[in-house]
């Protein structure tokens, strides 16, 4: 799961006052521990479960890494601020200034080793440039990283999946790249979407389901096996 702060404290009210009056058992706050990113909650559940069961419940906080050259500074430094005040932890790997002259592959393959390096479902990275296109395929020749593009929103035109669901989000496309490719990382060309339409695709994105079916995932793996 990934949960933002404020969904953690609405999980832990849930758990610590619904639970009781509506399963009618008891439950006690035990500890929490919290290191890097992962935040974990243990409870103990009494009452009608036999005598005693004990469960965890971990809550997972997304690390996200962040990049962006000239092109993208500017969009790159207000996500910042957007993600932070959603409760993610940030890690910005440049540009730091303002630089017209500056070059993409230099911010945004040490942003994609971060998140390779990582191995973790719950760190993934941003990235951001005129068009998304020469960072996402920058990003794509690190082992392990899966980045989509996103242009700005769009009404799906068909079926979003096999079983012929249909989509009225004009968003889908930034779920679709977790549920169906386990997209790892989100390239924003900033010359093709407005700062709220951006604030919007990565704070959905970045809640999004990141289960992939196994379908999907058969998928991904032969294309991690193809290309060895």
Not at 83 to 97: N, R, S, T
Not at 121 to 148: D, F, H, P, Y
Not at 190 to 210: I, P
């Amino acid at each position: 799961m990934y949960l933002h702060n404020e969904i953690i404290k609405k999980c832990v009210l849930f758990v610590a006052f619904a639970v009781p009056f509506t399963t009618k058992r008891y439950i006690r706050f035990v500890s929490l521990e919290k290191k890097g990113c992962i935040c974990r909650y243990k409870v103990s559940l009494l009452g009608s479960f036999k005598e005693h069961i004990e469960s965890m419940l971990y809550l997972y906080v997304m690390k996200i890494f962040i990049g962006a050259d000239h092109a993208g500074f500017e969009l790159k430094e207000k996500l910042k601020v957007h993600i932070e005040e959603l409760g993610f932890e940030l890690e910005d790997k440049g540009a730091h200034a303002l630089d017209k002259d500056d070059d993409y592959p230099d911010f945004i393959i040490p942003t994609a080793q971060a998140v390779a390096n990582a191995n973790s479902l719950n760190v993934v990275g941003i990235i951001i440039g005129g068009s998304g296109q020469g960072e996402a395929m920058a990003a794509n020749r690190i082992r392990g990283i899966r980045a989509t593009v996103f242009y700005g929103p769009r009404l799906p035109v068909r079926a979003v999946d096999v079983t012929g669901r249909q989509s009225t989000d004009p968003y889908e496309v930034v779920n679709l790249s977790r549920a169906h490719n386990a997209a790892n990382m989100l390239a924003i060309g900033v010359r093709f979407v407005t700062d709220e339409e951006a604030k919007t695709a990565v704070e959905q994105w970045l809640k999004s389901n990141a289960e992939v079916k196994e379908r999907y995932m058969r998928r991904i793996n032969l294309v991690e096996e193809m290309t060895k």
